[in-house]
């Protein structure tokens, strides 16, 4: 495997024009017959469009063609070039107040990036590099839940994962430090601990729920629960086939009252012989002191025959008086929840308890030592292909079943801690930590629908194993399910991809794991909890409590999962990909409802709710949790909103900012001591600094204005002096307009919303497409990716920009079920 350490922080250069085509398209010594003649060309536009601003001396946006034509910035040549071919195909450059050159003419200049500056072949594409990756946090978790069934806790146990291109999948960055070692060993340990048995097998259970029980007589009622207020007496009848030992376990809750309480009872187990006469064979004190939850267990011998069981619940102390208890709303109440009865303990079957089967499924191992190890491999040869992602071989399961058996003959020890022994080697071992990907031993066959062109010389298919891996860690967040894997091991997952992602889209309980930690960090949904707000100065009132009401964990947790449930709802429906920024409709419950000012909703569910006129909610652009997290603690911030836009809808993200530039409250002096934040800004773009970047971004944020930082509507403005009281605050009506520098006009959110889909929606699917890719390969995304993601977008649009078609587009391209093969790094035109 070919691996190639990239910068993760590697940001674009800032935003310049076209005016250097003329004399870059010159300089390249590739093709020189066509360079000169489409250099003559951009000439001919050059001084028209951009010579005032980049020429003779000028360098506005920190850009001077002379100073690339004389070589001054090195190696800094290829991001100028991918600078200038993104925001011409974004059309951010020349400005709208500019004499723009017609679509024909960018479309040609992009094209001759793409083919002579490039060199990109739609017949060649590069698949781009594979990286070793380990198993972020979240993966790990998924992937043990899946093994073992046992929830880790990677949030208290790990330390966070570092992030590149905004998303903790990166390979480059995913390194394993000594420290993250020792903690992977004690995971291992523990989780295996969890998932073994220390008693082995047991005999074989018979279940009795608490509806078999009866109410004061064996043919009376179901009980539900009991009061404490008065007696009661529950009466359970049993058939017993074998006259033997027994285990009998019950379980009970305590309903209606509070930790406090002193109210305390007693229960009591009887069983009543052929006479009718109870014999007590347990009784048990019960209070909300102890808890609210208890059990008992005891052993009793049976005969066969009819077993009859008397539970009785009887109050002690009903009447205590409890110092700062509340007034009851209801009386308290036992509830028994589970009863079992495990036996016969001589002699019977013996079986593992449900929740080690998961592992254990084989059953008890037999006595007979060669069946015995048989028995031993085909669990460790199971467990392991799961854990590895594709069939163990023959010497490595050897060795541990040679461990586990040794582990397993120690004095004192038992065969399930041998087992424990060869499973905490199996996840502490790099083929389960890391995602390793192998390549075929040959050209797979092909899916009907694949759209890409696959370059024998530059790319080699991945085995059907590593591209397994690849689908349900972007799907669904963990490894791959029993069916994926069989059809990874028949060798047909190339030809079935896209049955398989109807199927596995189809699995709405995975996917929204998927979707949970992709969306979560494309859309930074993830941070909404932690996003620090001050909610008496955002909302200019007085009271904590009042505060807290308005914006607490609950409508946080809804805003999270409106934006998560939305986008879950167009993949599984099938949406055009563009309706995500105008969508007419979005998830909510009632408190989040009411949070928005949105009536007739009702209950704690999400669900799908058609938007009323003036609700001012549509589209993306208009969920809290993206308002939230694209503010500052105490306002508003339409730098941040407009930058999200930039770098997550529409993919053309701003360089970062200067050194030593003063923040906006730092501003608010003098004449702009009680301005608004609108006249800030445009002070602030005075700056020729600034002003590329900002006449980009500001006019996209201050379109979300009317939405406060917590994501409420507001009409008005609230402008607080330095030092002032916030009941001083000077209220302003605020004014969301703008235009963007394509030239398109917008009065608010929801009319960017709908310029947005309407016309700048393939700079959406690419936007999305790219972020889907780069999450899902685990490396960032090159001008080499161009080609492969032009088709990807040329399919979507031919089957009506519907999401099914951008994710089966892309598992089906070349990078994603492809690498590159150990070949030389292609160049650019212009490098030697």
Same mark, same amino acid.
């Given at each position: 495997?070919?691996?190639?350490?990239?910068?993760?922080?590697?940001?674009?250069?800032?935003?310049?024009?076209?005016?250097?085509?003329?004399?870059?398209?010159?300089?390249?010594?590739?093709?020189? =017959?066509?360079?000169?003649?489409?250099?003559?060309?951009?000439?001919?536009?050059?001084?028209?469009?951009?010579?005032?601003?980049?020429?003779?001396?000028?360098? %506005?946006?920190?850009?001077?063609?002379?100073?690339?034509?004389?070589?001054?910035?090195?190696?800094?040549?290829?991001?100028?070039?991918?600078?200038?071919?993104?925001?011409?195909?974004?059309?951010?450059?020349?400005?709208? %107040?500019?004499?723009?050159?017609?679509?024909?003419?960018? =479309?040609?200049?992009?094209?001759?990036?793409?083919?002579?500056?490039?060199?990109?072949?739609?017949?060649?594409?590069?698949?781009?590099?594979?990286?070793?990756?380990?198993?972020?946090?979240?993966?790990?978790? $998924?992937?043990?839940?899946?093994?073992?069934?046992?929830?880790?806790?990677? !949030?208290?146990?790990?330390?966070?994962?570092?992030?590149?291109?905004?998303?903790?999948?990166?390979?480059?960055?995913?390194?394993?430090?000594?420290?993250?070692?020792?903690?992977?060993? #004690?995971?291992? &340990?523990?989780?295996?601990?969890?998932?073994?048995?220390?008693?082995?097998?047991?005999?074989?259970?018979?279940?009795?729920?608490?509806?078999?029980?009866?109410?004061?007589?064996?043919? +009376?009622?179901?009980?539900?629960?009991?009061?404490?207020?008065?007696?009661?007496?529950?009466?359970?009848?049993?058939?017993?086939?074998?006259?033997?030992?027994?285990?009998?376990?019950?379980?009970?809750?305590?309903?209606?009252?509070?930790?406090?309480? &002193?109210?305390? +009872?007693?229960?009591r187990l009887s069983l009543v012989d052929n006479e009718g006469k109870p014999r007590m064979l347990r009784e048990q004190k019960v209070s909300f002191l102890a808890g609210q939850r208890g059990s008992m267990s005891t052993e009793v011998d049976l005969p066969k025959g009819t077993m009859h069981l008397l539970l009785e619940f009887i109050p002690t102390n009903s009447d205590a008086t409890v110092t700062n208890e509340p007034s009851k709303q209801q009386p308290y109440r036992f509830s028994l929840s589970r009863s079992i009865l495990v036996g016969p303990l001589q002699g019977g079957e013996l079986e593992y308890r449900e929740k080690y089967r998961r592992i254990f499924f084989n059953g008890p191992p037999?006595?007979?030592?060669?069946?015995?190890?048989?028995?031993?491999?085909?669990?460790?040869?199971?467990?392991?292909?799961?854990?590895?992602?594709?069939?163990?071989?023959?010497?490595?399961?050897?060795?541990?079943?040679? @461990?586990?058996?040794?582990?397993?003959?120690?004095?004192?020890?038992?065969?399930?801690?041998?087992?424990?022994?060869?499973?905490?080697?199996?996840? #502490?071992?790099?083929?389960?930590?890391?995602?390793?990907?192998?390549?075929?031993?040959?050209?797979?066959? *092909?899916?009907?629908?694949?759209?890409?062109?696959?370059?024998?010389?530059? #790319?080699?298919?991945?085995?059907?194993?590593?591209?397994?891996?690849?689908?349900?860690?972007?799907?669904?967040?963990?490894?791959?399910?029993?069916?994926?894997?069989? /059809?990874?091991?028949?060798?047909?997952?190339?030809?079935?991809?896209?049955?398989?992602?109807?199927?596995?889209?189809?699995?709405?309980?995975?996917?929204?794991?998927?979707?949970?930690?992709? /969306?979560?960090?494309?859309?930074?949904?993830?941070? /909404?909890?932690?996003?620090?707000?001050?909610?008496?100065?955002?909302?200019?009132?007085? =009271?904590?409590?009042?505060?807290?009401?308005?914006?607490?964990?609950?409508? !946080?947790?809804?805003?999270?999962?409106?934006?998560?449930?939305?986008?879950?709802?167009?993949?599984?429906?099938?949406?055009?990909?563009?309706?995500?920024?105008?969508?007419?409709?979005?998830?909510?419950? %009632?408190?989040?409802?009411?949070?928005?000012?949105?009536?007739?909703?009702?209950?704690?569910?999400?669900?799908?709710?058609?938007?009323?006129?003036?609700?001012?909610?549509?589209?993306?652009?208009?969920?809290?949790?993206?308002?939230? /997290?694209?503010?500052?603690?105490?306002?508003?911030?339409?730098v941040k909103r407009g930058l999200f836009v930039l770098e997550n809808i529409l993919g053309t993200p701003a360089p970062p900012a200067p050194p030593n530039v003063p923040s906006l409250e730092e501003s608010k002096s003098g004449k702009l001591e009680k301005a608004s934040l609108r006249e800030i800004l445009e002070f602030h773009r005075r700056d020729a600094a600034c002003a590329a970047c900002h006449q980009r971004m500001d006019p996209l944020g201050l379109a979300m204005e009317n939405y406060n930082a917590i994501g409420q509507w507001r009409d008005m403005e609230r402008s607080v002096a330095k030092g002032q009281n916030q009941r001083d605050a000077v209220k302003q009506a605020i004014d969301a307009?703008?235009?963007?520098?394509?030239?398109?006009?917008? =009065?608010?959110? %929801?009319?960017?919303?709908?310029?947005?889909?309407?016309? !700048? *929606? $393939?700079?959406?699917?690419?936007?999305?497409?790219?972020?889907?890719?780069?999450?899902?390969?685990?490396?960032?995304?090159?001008? !080499?990716?161009?080609?492969? @993601?032009?088709?990807? @977008?040329?399919?979507?649009?031919?089957?009506?920009?519907?999401?099914?078609?951008?994710?089966?587009? @892309?598992?089906?391209?070349?990078?994603?079920?492809?690498?590159? *093969?150990?070949?030389?790094?292609?160049?650019?035109?212009?490098?030697?």
């Open positions: 495997m070919e691996f190639k350490i990239r910068s993760a922080t590697n940001r674009p250069m800032p935003v310049v024009t076209l005016v250097i085509y003329g004399v870059l398209f010159a300089c390249l010594p590739t093709q020189p =017959s066509r360079a000169e003649d489409l250099s003559g060309q951009v000439r001919s536009q050059f001084e028209q469009h951009c010579f005032d601003c980049h020429g003779n001396g000028s360098e %506005e946006g920190g850009f001077n063609f002379e100073k690339l034509v004389s070589g001054e910035y090195g190696d800094f040549t290829q991001s100028k070039w991918e600078a200038v071919w993104k925001n011409v195909r974004a059309q951010t450059m020349p400005p709208a %107040e500019a004499e723009a050159p017609s679509q024909e003419v960018r =479309s040609k200049w992009v094209h001759w990036i793409q083919s002579d500056v490039f060199r990109l072949d739609p017949q060649r594409i590069d698949p781009g590099h594979s990286v070793l990756r380990r198993l972020n946090r979240s993966e790990y978790k $998924e992937t043990i839940k899946q093994l073992t069934d046992v929830d880790y806790d990677v !949030r208290e146990e790990f330390p966070a994962d570092d992030t590149g291109y905004g998303f903790d999948t990166i390979g480059e960055v995913l390194t394993l430090s000594p420290v993250l070692l020792e903690k992977y060993l #004690a995971a291992a &340990a523990d989780i295996v601990s969890k998932c073994t048995p220390t008693d082995g097998p047991t005999p074989k259970e018979q279940i009795h729920w608490r509806n078999q029980w009866k109410l004061n007589t064996a043919d +009376g009622p179901e009980p539900g629960s009991l009061s404490f207020e008065e007696k009661g007496v529950l009466h359970l009848r049993r058939d017993i086939a074998i006259a033997n030992s027994y285990r009998l376990e019950l379980e009970w809750s305590l309903e209606n009252g509070w930790v406090a309480t &002193a109210q305390e +009872g007693m229960v037999p006595s007979d030592p060669i069946a015995r190890r048989e028995h031993l491999k085909s669990l460790l040869r199971r467990f392991a292909d799961q854990a590895y992602r594709r069939p163990i071989d023959e010497p490595t399961l050897d060795r541990l079943c040679d @461990i586990a058996l040794q582990v397993a003959n120690e004095p004192g020890s038992r065969y399930e801690r041998g087992v424990g022994a060869a499973l905490q080697l199996i996840l #502490a071992s790099p083929r389960f930590l890391f995602r390793t990907e192998q390549v075929s031993g040959s050209e797979p066959a *092909k899916s009907s629908n694949a759209s890409q062109a696959i370059a024998n010389d530059l #790319a080699v298919p991945l085995d059907d194993y590593s591209l397994a891996s690849r689908l349900s860690y972007l799907l669904w967040g963990g490894p791959p399910d029993q069916e994926l894997y069989q /059809v990874a091991a028949s060798g047909k997952l190339h030809e079935q991809l896209e049955q398989q992602f109807e199927r596995m889209i189809g699995q709405e309980w995975r996917l929204e794991r998927g979707i949970e930690n992709f /969306v979560g960090q494309w859309l930074q949904t993830r941070d /909404v909890h932690e996003s620090q707000a001050d909610i008496r100065t955002i909302l200019g009132i007085d =009271s904590y409590e009042e505060a807290e009401r308005t914006f607490d964990w609950q409508v !946080r947790e809804a805003m999270g999962q409106e934006t998560r449930r939305l986008y879950q709802y167009f993949i599984t429906n099938d949406r055009p990909v563009e309706e995500l920024l105008n969508a007419k409709y979005t998830f909510l419950n %009632e408190r989040l409802a009411k949070f928005y000012g949105i009536e007739g909703v009702q209950g704690d569910s999400m669900r799908k709710v058609d938007l009323p006129a003036g609700s001012h909610r549509r589209g993306l652009l208009t969920h809290g949790s993206l308002l939230v /997290v694209t503010s500052n603690p105490t306002r508003t911030s339409p307009s703008g235009k963007l520098m394509s030239g398109e006009s917008f =009065s608010g959110a %929801e009319e960017l919303a709908e310029i947005l889909a309407a016309n !700048r *929606k $393939e700079d959406f699917y690419r936007c999305l497409t790219e972020k889907i890719m780069t999450f899902g390969l685990g490396r960032g995304m090159t001008y !080499r990716d161009t080609t492969a @993601i032009d088709q990807i @977008i040329a399919r979507t649009q031919k089957e009506d920009g519907k999401m099914k078609s951008l994710y089966k587009a @892309i598992i089906t391209s070349v990078p994603f079920t492809h690498r590159r *093969k150990d070949v030389a790094e292609p160049t650019l035109a212009s490098q030697p």
